[in-house]
């Protein structure tokens, strides 16, 4: 059983549509990352959220933190081939020796032209 | 500046090898981890290390695994002896004292048949 459910597992859409992946837990982060994960590389850090009900933009992506930081979204806005890859979200867990950082299972995004 | 270099890229052995995979951390950066990347489970945490000695190595899956991080500048995981399900990405991350972001390595393809 994942800590973090992400949903959708996989997303195939065109380019320029919009849409949402999702990230859900019954347990609270004292924040919450987004990775984006290309074929043959390691994840990549998108973003940060800290305080509950926090939103960042970056660009074409907007995130959020949600109220009771268990949970998060990005919105990807006219989506580009560029944009294909795995998306994960990893929340933060605070532990007796620091923090754990816990991913989730990862959405695969596929954007066609 | 250099990312984190993990090697090999690439490794096919048979079952009952021992392999062994390489890090170099980000220099300056004092915590070093190993992940396993699969299908089924996703990015999982196995070793922890902070200032070069573990902390947290729950996530190792039995006594086949082992890893060491004899100084600052270099850590190794090992398996003894390899299973074909061992087969996985295996990454290797560092990140920076009082920093959230954590840098991934490309990754170490291991297949196990």
């Known amino acids: 059983t994942q800590l973090l459910e992400q949903s959708p597992q996989f997303l195939s859409i065109q380019e320029g549509e919009n849409l949402t992946v999702y990230c859900n837990s019954s347990?609270?982060?004292?924040?919450l990352q987004w990775y984006r994960q290309e074929p043959g590389e390691g994840p990549v850090l998108l973003v940060t959220?800290?305080?509950?009900?926090e939103v960042k933009k970056l660009k074409r992506l907007t995130f959020q933190f949600g109220d009771a930081r268990k949970d998060s979204s990005l919105h990807i806005t006219a989506a580009q081939p560029g944009d294909t890859g795995l998306y994960l979200c990893a929340g933060r867990k605070v532990m007796e020796y620091g923090n754990k950082l816990v991913f989730g299972a990862g959405t695969i995004l596929r954007v066609k032209s | 500046d250099a990312g984190v270099i993990q090697s090999p890229r690439h490794e096919v052995t048979e079952m009952g090898q021992e392999v062994t995979l390489r890090c170099k951390p980000i220099?300056?950066?004092?915590?070093l981890f190993w992940y396993r990347q699969t299908m089924m489970r996703g990015l999982e945490l196995l070793i922890y290390f902070n200032n070069n000695v573990p902390i947290d190595d729950s996530g190792m899956p039995e006594d086949r695994f082992s890893a060491k991080m004899p100084n600052a500048s270099f850590s190794t995981l090992k398996i003894q002896p390899s299973e074909p399900r061992d087969s996985a990405v295996y990454f290797c991350?560092?990140?920076?004292?009082?920093?959230?972001?954590?840098?991934f390595g490309e990754g170490s393809w291991l297949t196990v048949v």
């Open positions: 991350a560092s990140r920076g004292d009082g920093e959230r972001t954590i840098y």
């Open positions: 220099s300056g950066h004092n915590s």
């Open positions: 959220v800290v305080t509950g009900g």
């Open positions: 347990s609270v982060f004292s924040s």
